[in-house]
């Protein structure tokens, strides 16, 4: 009943994640989402600080154990550098794309970005371009309580064309 699932989940683990409101809630929100992945779907996993790393590529669904324990071995450290993220986040979207699937970037971040090359405006195009040429979709999750940093999330996925929530409790990680 469901089109198959290319996920690419962006991850934000630098230093300003650290807080309770932050890291802690994303982990038990990526449980959650895990939880209801097929073993058709596949998933990326990235993170960035300093640094874009791809932590797990292309993965079947039903490897929950291994996603699960590759989230909760995340920790915070290092600079905003989420550009470069956003960057490899599309790249492997379409190198793995499903057609007919689903095909996302769930980008999940407080939208503290701090990249020397970080351009709000180039990043809007690049997303609104992503999903006109590739049908490659950007959502975000927004931790944290930065107004500035969260209305920049919900733009950006609205030129994505994704969806936007903000997640500040337990429950609403659920």
């Not at 982990?27 to 959650?32: N, Q, T, V, Y």
């Not at 550009?83 to 999940?108: C, P, R, S, T, W």
């Amino acid at each position: 009943k469901y089109a198959y699932n290319n996920i690419v989940f962006l991850i934000d683990v630098s230093t300003s994640m650290r807080n309770d409101d932050k890291l802690p809630l994303l982990k038990h929100s990526m449980r959650k989402m895990i939880e209801v992945l097929r073993a058709e779907d596949r998933v990326t996993i990235i993170t960035y600080s300093t640094d874009a790393i791809v932590v797990a590529d292309r993965v079947s669904g039903d490897q929950k154990q291994e996603l699960i324990d590759l989230v909760e071995s995340l920790e915070a450290k290092g600079q905003s550098y989420g550009q470069q993220g956003v960057n490899l986040a599309y790249d492997k979207a379409k190198e793995h794309f499903i057609e007919g699937g689903n095909n996302e970037i769930i980008l999940a971040s407080d939208g503290v970005f701090n990249s020397r090359n970080f351009s709000e405006s180039r990043l809007y195009r690049r997303a609104s371009l992503q999903n006109t040429l590739y049908d490659v979709r950007i959502s975000t999750i927004g931790f944290g309580t930065s107004r500035k940093a969260l209305v920049f999330l919900e733009a950006l996925a609205n030129k994505g064309k994704g969806s936007f929530i903000v997640i500040e409790s337990r429950d609403e990680a659920d």
